[in-house]
């Protein structure tokens, strides 16, 4: 009993003296409620002095300086003058002051905001009429069907977690491609988006993607031999990071790495994309890493002389952009792949090593081959592309790889063997999600946004899923409205015949390359320095050409008249 009447007293106590401090809180606050007052309002005028002189031109602040200056010696010397200025600023410092600050009004929810209206969007596809218990409904909320969300620093969707009811038919492509638009309308067209698509427990997760680096210039990457870097990609696509220069620092980007040589199981590239997307700066990467361990022969379709400034660069063997240049080019390709597959199995049949000119890795670039099978099919000519056969189908082990890049609107005029033996491949551009597929030969889990910089794309290599892409700007050398940076960069990469210390590509004699019986005497290839491979004088019909490519024959190379490579 005594215990409790000691706890109650405490307690008294305690009510007591909280009740005394809170009346000597507001006594203080009265009594210092004017100096507050003035406080805030000095406050505010220095705050207003501060944007004034923020706001005043450089140019005026001296005069205003003097001027006010001026002001301050004059009321100075003024009878009684500092006693006026000082009640003058107590009493304006009073007036500014006398109201409290203005809460700010709160931020709204941008979940608040966005997410009921994409709920309505999504309400007409995932709600049947007939469902008892509906999840989307007008009698809904967003609340009961988005699980999880997140929003950037700018209030735009970042992620969002949407479940829908079992009975959508999330296992058609169309169904999904309706709610991927809705989505993507709704969140904003101007970024990727990946979808990721949980049938098991009809979850749809969506993650908006950041963008990939642009102006990324040419340079030499930290690769193996037979490694190409086709550009940068997500650091979730990939575990592998390369430095990377970049605006006048060095960094480490995820590339996108693409393995030839004979232990590739996807030897051969196909990239298409709409005019404009990238595709010849594409086959320039390749070409510049290409020529760092092999030799390269460069068809250019297209006939733009794109590809000029690879021309008589040691390791080129032509840049051909005349149809018959591309066949006699072409049908040296396809022998000279016969004639390494020969000699590799001769050497392996009798227990030698490899010849090394039947292992040095030989590139063949083609860009827009479709318009040369076009114009050989009106002039009754042999298809360039079915040339290709050879070097696709045996070019792994003969150490020939086949690049082709081609606009997406002529994927219907690619050969069949060249879209089934390049199983890598590169799709370029905004494109919908069909094109895209029909690029990649997969669907695509990820909605493209509305506007791409040129070289963005995507990229799938062999089986494996489709990754984003950023082709690194290996832009023309020759193309006067590409940056001086960005082309310096690619100058410094060409190789020039003093500079490359590995074989040179063989000299190659007058041009004087084999066309068919059916064909037109060859002529001369406006952009081609050299034929290729000719055919030794009274060789059989067939029969390989004989490729050298050995230091010695570079040396012999230089003995020949070779058009002067361009000076940079
Ligand atoms: N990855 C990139 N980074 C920066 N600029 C690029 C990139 N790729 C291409 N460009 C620029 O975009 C323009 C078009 O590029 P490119 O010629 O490679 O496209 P294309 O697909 O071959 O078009 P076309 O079929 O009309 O020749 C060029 O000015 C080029 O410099």
């Known amino acids: 009993m005594s215990l409790n009447r000691h706890l109650t007293r405490g307690r008294e106590q305690l009510v007591r003296s909280r009740d005394l401090a809170r009346t000597a809180g507001d006594h203080a606050a009265d009594m210092f409620a004017p100096l507050t007052l003035i406080a805030r309002g000095l406050r505010r005028h220095a705050g207003w002095a501060r944007a004034r002189w923020a706001a005043t031109p450089k140019d005026r602040r001296g005069p205003t300086l003097l001027l006010t200056a001026a002001a301050l010696v004059g009321g100075v010397l003024l009878p009684h003058g500092p006693l006026l200025a000082i009640v003058a600023l107590l009493a304006s410092a009073a007036w500014a002051g006398r109201r409290p600050r203005t809460a700010q009004e709160p931020t709204p929810d941008p979940a608040d905001v966005k997410l009921p209206a994409l709920y309505a969007a999504l309400t007409p596809y995932l709600c049947a009429a007939d469902d008892p218990c509906p999840l989307y409904g007008p009698e809904g909320g967003y609340r009961d069907v988005f699980t999880d969300w997140a929003f950037d620093p700018d209030g735009r969707l970042a992620a969002l977690e949407i479940a829908y009811p079992a009975y959508f038919t999330d296992t058609e492509p169309i169904a999904r491609a309706r709610i991927e638009q809705v989505v993507q309308g709704k969140a904003g067209r101007a970024r990727e988006y990946r979808f990721d698509w949980d049938e098991e427990c009809n979850r749809l997760q969506v993650t908006a993607l950041s963008p990939l680096p642009v102006d990324v210039p040419a340079q030499n990457w930290v690769t193996a031999p037979g490694e190409i870097v086709l550009g940068f990609t997500d650091s979730l696509a990939t575990q592998r990071m390369i430095p990377v220069a970049q605006d006048g620092g060095s960094g480490h980007q995820p590339p996108v790495v693409w393995r030839t040589g004979p232990r590739s199981a996807d030897p051969h590239l196909l990239a298409l994309g709409p005019a404009g997307s990238g595709t010849s700066t594409l086959l320039r990467t390749v070409a510049l890493q290409a020529l760092a361990h092999g030799d390269l022969l460069v068809i250019d379709g297209a006939g733009t002389g794109e590809h000029a400034c690879l021309v008589n660069r040691p390791g080129v063997h032509t840049v051909e952009t005349s149809l018959h240049g591309a066949l006699a080019a072409l049908e040296w ?102 094109e895209l597929q029909v690029a990649l030969g997969v669907p695509l889990d990820i909605a493209p946004a509305a506007q791409t910089p040129p070289g963005r794309g995507y990229a799938r290599i062999g089986a494996h899923a489709p990754t984003r892409l950023q082709v690194p700007a290996t832009v023309d050398p020759l193309d006067d409205e590409a940056p001086a940076r960005l082309r310096d960069a690619v100058i410094a990469l060409l190789p020039h015949r003093d500079t490359r210390t590995e074989a040179a590509a063989p000299p190659l004699p007058d041009h004087q390359p084999h066309t068919p019986a059916t064909a037109q005497p060859a002529g001369s290839s406006p952009v081609g320095a050299h034929p290729v491979g000719a055919r030794p004088a009274g060789a059989p019909q067939g029969a390989p050409v004989r490729v050298e490519l050995g230091k010695d024959r570079a040396d012999r190379a230089d003995q020949h008249e070779v058009r002067s490579a361009p000076q940079w």
């Open 333 to 434: 390709a396809a022998q000279e792949t016969e004639r390494r597959l020969a000699a590799l199995n001769a050497a392996r049949y009798r227990g030698e090593p490899a010849p090394a000119d039947a292992t040095r890795p030989l590139w063949l670039l083609l860009d827009h081959p479709t318009e040369l099978s076009e114009l050989a099919h009106a002039e009754g000519r042999p298809d360039p592309q079915d040339l290709l056969e050879v070097p696709l189908r045996h070019g792994r082990a003969a150490r020939v790889t086949v690049v082709v890049v081609d606009t997406i609107e002529a994927a219907d005029r690619i050969s069949p063997t060249v879209r089934s033996t390049a199983r890598a491949r590169v799709a370029l551009g905004a494109r919908t999600p069909e």
